[in-house]
């Protein structure tokens, strides 16, 4: 069934299911999004999305919040801007965003100020190289859980991967923290795919930037190859 509310003083049609975020891309209204990604089911963690909805005391996530008829939402109300803004900033305060392209111009568009919080604790982390397809490097990751999503049931069902921790200790870890290999990891690359901010970075990727070249690359993996 179609409902109609009104998003940014625009009057919209949507279906009763749509998500406010689904509803405003389709009527050409920006909303960010960071946690959200096609493949996975929205969990609303990173709180990026969200909108003032009329009676709402909270602000509310778009990619979870469905649309209802009558309901009154801004997508840019200066509360929503300025929650944005400190978002983005904690996370540049916390973790390492310089392979997070779209969350740079967020930054801008936002005129968030990375060090807004200079005593706030970073997130540190030596590079996981375990495996001959990918590494981690979780000094990069937010916690957007999409790489577990993948591994899990929304692709794979494979279950290598998962939060451990608990508040700012979490992180996403293989079980008893075991090596990629030990684990039951297919090395399938969603999680690579699907990750925002290089935390999953493809091998190849990585020993580029390490200085090795194609050719060192390819004799280091023909080795391995022979080595099976
Ligand atoms: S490793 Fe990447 S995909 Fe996984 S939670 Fe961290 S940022 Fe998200
Ligand atoms: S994109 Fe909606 S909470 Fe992250």
């Known amino acids: 069934m179609a409902i109609t509310f009104s998003m940014d003083g625009k009057e919209i049609t949507a279906e009763e299911n749509q998500t406010l975020l689904e509803a405003a891309r389709e009527n050409g209204i920006d909303i960010p999004t960071i946690c ?44 929503v801007v300025r929650a944005r803004r400190t978002i983005l900033e904690m996370l540049a305060s916390t973790m390492d965003l310089s392979e997070s392209p779209e969350i740079q111009k967020m930054m801008k568009d936002y005129g968030a100020d990375a060090n807004r919080f200079p005593d706030a604790e970073r997130r540190e982390s030596e590079v996981k190289d ?24 929304d692709a794979q069902y494979t279950f290598a991967i998962n939060f451990s921790g608990r508040g700012f200790e979490t992180q996403i870890a293989t079980f008893y923290d075991r090596t990629i290999p030990e684990t039951s990891c297919v ?20 020993l580029l930037e390490q200085g090795m070249t194609p050719q060192q690359i390819g004799v280091l993996n023909s080795g391995r190859k022979k080595r099976k």
Not at 187 to 206: H, I, M, N, W, Y
Request: proline residues 5%; contains cysteine.
């Open 187 to 206: 090395l399938c690359g969603q999680c690579v795919a699907v990750c925002p901010t290089g935390a999953l970075k493809p091998k190849r990727e990585f």
């Open 36 to 79: 959200f990604h096609e493949a996975t089911t929205a969990n609303a963690l990173c709180r990026i999305c969200v909108v003032e909805v009329e009676g709402m005391r909270t602000l509310q996530p778009a990619c979870i919040i469905k649309a209802a008829s009558q309901m009154k939402v801004q997508t840019r109300s200066e509360r």
């Open 130 to 153: 375990d495996n001959p397809m990918y590494v981690r490097d979780y000094s990069k990751c937010l916690l957007c859980w999409r790489c577990v999503q993948v591994c899990a049931e």
